[in-house]
Structure formats: structure tokens, C-alpha cells
């Protein structure tokens, strides 16, 4: 299968939604890309969208049209400037043009070259987008682009090469291969990804580069937890985050901690480790991010949007309340995105094809098993946590109300970081050889029973939750 580095896992993006989101956006670009390798680009007068299946279903409640628009007039979600981000769509909406890639002025009409095909669903996923480029002679370029999950894109008929195809020394396609790799070498699960990653990159760019996921997680819970409000889409959700950090917070480290990161955190790991005012302190952390990602915030894919509080809250939790330095985060970030890997690989890391089972379980897997590694587990005990996380979020459904990445998507952070914190737990003093489900098997399992889920709970808000909680929803 094709090779997937951990910083493929984990990419710094914005809210709400890393399928219907981020994928979008970054097909746009490519869209433009292939046009400008074509020397099309100029001759551009107009570009229609076309959605289809889930991105059609909800894709105004996850902000698709503002990620199409964004990502056709030259804004990349890694670099752009998250303030203002409606005020800009809603200015290009207005003046009834775009620049595209910030370049080429062209002819636009959101409610003419926005299509939302509620009925159709194209052949290969259930996240198609199509793009439709009108030339000055008449001509149409036409694309077709599918979000499979976590921000990924992949082209109709496209194929793995460069980057992508590489040979690794250490092959992981199942979760066993990572058994018999680290008994036969006598390592642990992070030196062997470790070694995969440097086909990518040199020791100090992946070294760089997890610590930026890292820092961009701080900042996101930091961020989060001094916010308060209301957050966006109708739904008159109110922030938690605040509330529970300033109950928890010494109010004399209140100030200091607004300003830096560093005093916020060394405040967190004075603020007391009763079993209760811990377990208050990683829903904090969880429902930060998420909150943020609901509020169109910079986050990171972990390895969705949608899950993007899970990993988070268990690293500060990992850092402020055990044993730990930066080698031991790394290594946390190592495992637990080899765990991803064999999640996208073995079955999918997308709510619209698996679930919610797909996001908040494979997130809280990945979180398990980072977690399990740096309390220094062996690969047996990584492997088993993994497995027990996942074990206890199958068959959950994707059912978000008003096609929002809210209710009850935020609040299932916090339940998928306090199973993945257990799922350690629990590894830590059990023997792996005496386990009856291996991690190879709940995948498996977990790709059946998205298989089998009735298509209205895969992120299409016709099921569930969705359906049988009365509100207005007031479009973004």
C-alpha cells in the first residue's frame, strides 16, 4: 500500500472539519495547480463546484463553500490569517468576483458555481467534490477529487508516486508487522517509525516538524481555554473550555498565564492532582480544541478535525501530570501516528465512509497507545491499548446536529481522551499474550461495521441525534 509519514497524520489546518474542511480546500488548490501546469490558469473566465454525498449533506454546516472559495482564491490553511475568515468569503461572495490562486480575476457566483448535489453520491467515496474550469475559447477542464478523511485528497484514478511510493525499511501494513519489526530488531515501536520517517526527511526536519504539531496543539488549548462565547452556526452553542480551566486555575496565575504558554502549563501542574480536579483538567483541554476547531480556529488533524481534541488533551495530561521530558513526546506523537496509519491503511479514518468510530475512535487508539508508550509499556501493552480504545467506540455513529461539527462532536473528545487515558491504564497491568482481540482484529471489526452502518449515521445529519433534537439552525 502506499507509505504515509506520521506528519501526514497529523497536519496543521483550520476548523471545523478535516474532510469537509480542509480536503476541500486543498483540492481546490490542486484544481488551480493542474490548471497553471496545463498554462490554463489565465485562460480561466469561471470555475463551478460541484459536491456530492456527505459534502453536499452538511457541508454548509462544516464550512465547505468557505474552504472551496478560500482555497480557489489563493489562502492555504496551514498560513492563513483565521481572523476575518467569514468576512473574506462573504466579501468575494458580494462582489461576484475571485482571484484565483490570488492571481487570475474571474467570474463568480456562489449560489450559480457553489453546487450542493444532495442526491448523488459519486462511485468511489462517499466526500466527492468536481471542479469545472470554463476557458475564454469555451473549453472546460474538468477534475474530480475525493476526501477520504484527515484532510487527505486523492485525484479519480490517481496513483501513489514520489514521495508517497517510497520504500521503507520497516513495511507496516498490519499491526503484526510492528510485532515481528521490533522483536526482530530488538526496538520499540517509535525507533522503527523513526526510521521510516528519515526516508522522508532528515532527524532534525521530523524533529521540527512534530514539535511544530505540538506547538500549534498548545497554542489551540491555550487558546481555547481563555475564550468564551458563543460559538458559530446557529446551534447558540456555549463555550465550556473557560469556565472549567478558570474553576481550576490559582486566580493570582490568571494574568501571567493569558500572556505565555509556558507559565499557563507550569501553572496546570500546580493546580493540584486529586483524581477529580485531573479528570476535570483533560476535558478542559479537549473541549478547548474543539471549540476552536467549531469556531473556525487553527488546529490539527489527530487525525481529523472532528477528532482533533482527543491526542491533545492526553499530551498535556501526559505532560503535566506523569513523568515526562520532550523525548518522551516525541515519542508519544511517533506512536501514536503509526497507530493512525494503520487505521487509514486497514480500514478509514472517515466519519462519512465509517462513523464516528472512524474519527473519535481511531483518535482515542492513537492516543492510547502514545500514552501507554511513554508510561513505558512494552509494544504488546502499545498495541493492546490501542486495541481496548478502539474496542469501546465501535459501531459509533456520525449523526452531527444541523450538519455542524458541535453537538455531540465536542463533547466526545473529552469521552475519547478519558477511554484512551483508561485503555493505557489498563495495558499497563495486563499481559498482552493472555489478550483474546488483537489490534488486527478490531480493525478489521471496526471496517465491517462501517460497512454495515446505514448510511443516514455517516455524517450525513439524516440519523440519530441529528433528527430527533428540535432547533433552528441559522446558516453560516
Keep these: 500500500m502506499e507509505a504515509i509519514s506520521v506528519l ?17 480546500w486543498r483540492a481546490a488548490q490542486r484544481f488551480l495547480e493542474h490548471l497553471r501546469t496545463l498554462g490554463l490558469l489565465e485562460r480561466c473566465v469561471r470555475v463551478r463546484t460541484d459536491l456530492y454525498g456527505s459534502l453536499a449533506k452538511t457541508g454548509r454546516g462544516h464550512a465547505t463553500d468557505m474552504a472551496v472559495i478560500l482555497g480557489l482564491s489563493g489562502e492555504d490553511p496551514v498560513t492563513c490569517e483565521v481572523e476575518g475568515l467569514m468576512a473574506r468569503v462573504d466579501a468575494i461572495k458580494s462582489s461576484g468576483r475571485i482571484r484565483l490562486r490570488g492571481e487570475v480575476d474571474a467570474e463568480f457566483d456562489s449560489d450559480a458555481d457553489l453546487v450542493f448535489n444532495f442526491d448523488k453520491v459519486l462511485p468511489y467515496h462517499a466526500n466527492g467534490i468536481r471542479f469545472t474550469a470554463l476557458l475564454d475559447d469555451g473549453r472546460r477542464i474538468v477534475q474530480t477529487y475525493y476526501s477520504v478523511g484527515g484532510g487527505f485528497v486523492v485525484q479519480e484514478g490517481e496513483k501513489p508516486t514520489g514521495a508517497r511510493a517510497v520504500s521503507l525499511p520497516f513495511p507496516i501494513e498490519v499491526a503484526e508487522d510492528i510485532t515481528n519489526h521490533c522483536r526482530a530488531r530488538g526496538l520499540d515501536i517509535p525507533d522503527i517509525v523513526w526510521a521510516n520517517e528519515q526516508r522522508w ?3 532534525d526536519e521530523t524533529r521540527a516538524g512534530l514539535w511544530k504539531i505540538w506547538r500549534v496543539m498548545q497554542e489551540c488549548m491555550h487558546r481555547g481555554c481563555h475564550t468564551d462565547g458563543i460559538l ?9 473550555a473557560r469556565g472549567i480551566h478558570d474553576k481550576l486555575i490559582a486566580d493570582d496565575a490568571t494574568p501571567e498565564t493569558r500572556r505565555n504558554i509556558k507559565a499557563w502549563i507550569d501553572a496546570i501542574k500546580c493546580s493540584g492532582r486529586r483524581f477529580d480536579q485531573v479528570l476535570r483538567w483533560v476535558s478542559a483541554f479537549a473541549l478547548a480544541v474543539n471549540e476552536e476547531n467549531a469556531a473556525y480556529g487553527r488546529v490539527v488533524t489527530a487525525p481529523t478535525n472532528g477528532a482533533a481534541g482527543v491526542i491533545p488533551a492526553v499530551m498535556l495530561y501526559t505532560w503535566c501530570f506523569t513523568p515526562c521530558d520532550e523525548d518522551k513526546i516525541i515519542q508519544f506523537m511517533l506512536t501514536a501516528g503509526q497507530v493512525g496509519i494503520l487505521f487509514k491503511k486497514g480500514a478509514t479514518i472517515s466519519a462519512a465512509m465509517g462513523g464516528c468510530q472512524a474519527e473519535i475512535g481511531v483518535s482515542s487508539a492513537m492516543a492510547a497507545a502514545g500514552l501507554t508508550q511513554v508510561l513505558g509499556g512494552s509494544v504488546g501493552q502499545v498495541l493492546m491499548a490501542a486495541e481496548i480504545a478502539m474496542e469501546h467506540h465501535l459501531g459509533m455513529t456520525c449523526d452531527p446536529i444541523g450538519g455542524l461539527v458541535q453537538v455531540p462532536c465536542i463533547e466526545r473528545n473529552t469521552m475519547g481522551a478519558m477511554k484512551a487515558i483508561l485503555a493505557a491504564s489498563i495495558a499497563m497491568d495486563s499481559d498482552p499474550s493472555k489478550a ?19 448510511a443516514k449515521y455517516k455524517e450525513t445529519s439524516e440519523g440519530g441525534l441529528a433528527v430527533n433534537v428540535s432547533v433552528g439552525i441559522i446558516e453560516c
Excluded at 8 to 22: E, L, N, Q, Y
Excluded at 232 to 240: C, I, K, M, N, S
Design 8 to 24: 501526514d497524520i497529523f497536519k496543521i489546518g483550520v476548523g471545523p472539519s478535516s474532510s469537509h474542511t480542509m480536503g476541500p
Design 201 to 203: 526527511r532528515s532527524d
Design 232 to 240: 458559530p452556526g446557529g446551534l447558540e452553542v456555549t463555550r465550556r
Design 436 to 454: 483474546r482481540v488483537s489490534l488486527d482484529g478490531v480493525i478489521r471489526t471496526m471496517w465491517a461495521t462501517a460497512q454495515d452502518m446505514q
